[in-house]
């Protein structure tokens, strides 16, 4: 069993910071990516930014040069700083990951709870 434990949403102004972090636990042999989705009330889940392990990270075009993706692997534990934010940027904010587990020894995905992020004056 792998759980995905998120931090860090809340009530930003615009043009303003917010950091998520998102720490993976459990049965993991390998980490294969990690990254982060959001969803607006009534739009379906988008990608917002992923990185796989050793690979090259996917950010979505909303949102380049405005937020950032990070892993600290040695915890497995990924990270989203996002700047200068908008009203638009308002959503759940969900963590995943791609794992191989210890046993069996299969590749699954894993989804975090989701943290609200509200960006309003």
């Known amino acids: 069993q792998v759980q995905l434990v998120e931090s860090g949403g809340g009530l930003v102004q615009p043009g303003g910071s917010l950091r998520l972090s998102c720490a993976a636990s459990?049965?993991?042999?390998?980490?294969?990516?990690m990254g982060w989705y959001r969803q607006a009330p009534g739009n379906q889940r988008e990608l917002v930014a992923i990185a796989p392990t050793g690979g090259r990270t996917t950010y979505a075009d909303f949102m380049k040069g405005r937020f950032t993706i990070f892993r600290d692997n040695t915890s497995g534990t990924v990270y989203l700083q996002m700047n200068s934010m908008k009203p638009e940027d308002t959503a759940v904010y969900y963590c995943y990951a791609q794992c191989q587990l210890v046993s069996p020894s299969t590749v699954r995905s894993y989804w975090g709870q989701g943290t609200q992020v509200t960006v309003s004056s």
């Open positions: 459990g049965s993991i042999n390998s980490i294969k990516a």
